[in-house]
């Protein structure tokens, strides 16, 4: 397996401009994560989908942000406007359900890179 | 309610000594202990995990944690470090508290010097 796709890797972008970032889970993964990662404030989970349903987005920073997972093998991280402070790394993560002999270790892809300027 | 605390945000330390990298948890419900590696400019990576049985458990590089039950911690320790292990490890804990639930530590940035 190709492990977890994302894309772009670096993104740079001016203040004001929307922003996508993609993921490709793990084939036959059941939960998707999307997290973001700054020096100031380390890793954060910013939302999760189990089943290409949004779980828990209590980690979304605020309207400017929000995810879409149309298909079990695709999700989409959109900030509308962009913000300077937005500059960090995100990360997209799948796992296996929880329990039935699994134990939900994720599986990171390599990041974007977000350069907001 | 579930956290992690890593107690210590860098730990230098010179090549082929000891180290220890300090994890505590909390958590009400029975859980599963992971620590993740992230190397520069790259995404985590399990490095190791407990779910049950032996509280001793390794990794195929050398590293072993201990989960001890009575202290809540699930600390990541290596005998003898190379100049290669300089990463970040980050502690997690899974567990079912009325859906999943994974947290992570804040990270500990280990420094390897020659």
């Known amino acids: 397996d190709a492990g977890v796709i994302q894309s772009p890797r670096h993104e740079v972008t001016e203040m004001g401009q929307e922003v996508t970032l993609r993921c490709k889970p793990i084939?036959?993964?059941?939960?998707l994560f999307w997290y973001r990662q700054t020096m100031m404030r380390g890793l954060e989970l910013l939302i999760y989908f189990n089943n290409n349903v949004p779980i828990d987005d209590s980690g979304m920073p605020e309207d400017r942000f929000s995810a879409k997972m149309p298909n079990a093998s695709f999700s989409t991280l959109k900030i509308q406007p962009s913000e300077p402070r937005d500059s960090a790394v995100y990360f997209c993560a799948s796992s296996l359900r929880f329990g039935e002999g699994t134990t939900g270790e994720q599986y990171f892809g390599p990041g974007t890179r977000l350069t907001v300027t | 309610a579930q956290s992690v605390t890593q107690l210590d945000s860098q730990v230098p330390v010179f090549e082929e000594a000891p180290v220890e990298l300090r994890c505590n948890y909390s958590?009400?419900?029975?859980?599963?202990l992971f620590w993740y590696v992230q190397y520069p400019n790259q995404g985590l990576q399990l490095l190791l995990k407990y779910l049950s049985g032996s509280t001793l458990v390794e990794s195929i590089n050398g590293f072993e944690a201990e989960f001890n039950k009575s202290q809540t911690s699930f600390h990541l320790r290596k005998p003898s470090v190379h100049i290669s292990d300089t990463a970040e490890y980050f502690c997690?804990?899974?567990?079912?508290?009325?859906?999943?639930?994974?947290?992570f530590g804040a990270g500990t940035r280990l420094f390897v010097k020659a």
């Open positions: 958590s009400s419900v029975s859980v599963y």
């Open positions: 997690a804990v899974s567990g079912w508290t009325g859906g999943f639930k994974t947290i």
């Open positions: 084939s036959g993964h059941d939960y």
